[in-house]
């Protein structure tokens, strides 16, 4: 299954922006999805995750309170609203599958695919 992360653009700081991740066919159980993104020079982290059922979730410190991760059920696609956009958010955002390690919760989403090209989100203050 490939996935493809849209959404992205050139925002001012404090505006809010909606990423959308739409997957190539279904994404079969026992799969999280999650939201990644790189900044230039730096390494590429996690930002948010979701359990398959949409049940569970994730968010990095830097983002809790703005962000908010969501999927259709229907569809598999999966949302990042980003609310509050900071200078600190600009980055190429990437969409993903993964699994989980059930001992570690959410936040060890660990990829298992391609990571496709991204949408790209720049913050002007």
């Known amino acids: 299954v490939q996935l493809q992360a849209s959404g992205g653009g050139l925002v001012q700081t404090g505006d809010s922006l909606r990423l959308s991740c739409t997957p190539s066919g279904r994404i079969a159980n026992g799969y999280a999805m999650g939201w990644f993104r790189q900044a230039p020079g730096k390494e590429r982290e996690l930002v948010a995750s979701i359990s398959n059922s949409g049940a569970n979730t994730y968010y990095a410190d830097s983002v809790k309170g703005r962000f908010t991760i969501s999927k259709d059920g229907a569809r598999h696609t999966m949302y990042l609203q980003m609310n509050n956009v900071q200078p600190e958010d600009a980055a190429v955002y990437y969409c993903?599958?993964?699994?989980?390690?059930?001992?570690?919760?959410?936040?060890?989403?660990?990829?298992?695919?391609?990571w496709g090209q991204g949408t790209q989100v720049t913050v002007s203050s």
């Open positions: 993903t599958l993964g699994r989980i390690d059930p001992s570690q919760g959410m936040g060890s989403l660990r990829p298992t695919g391609d």
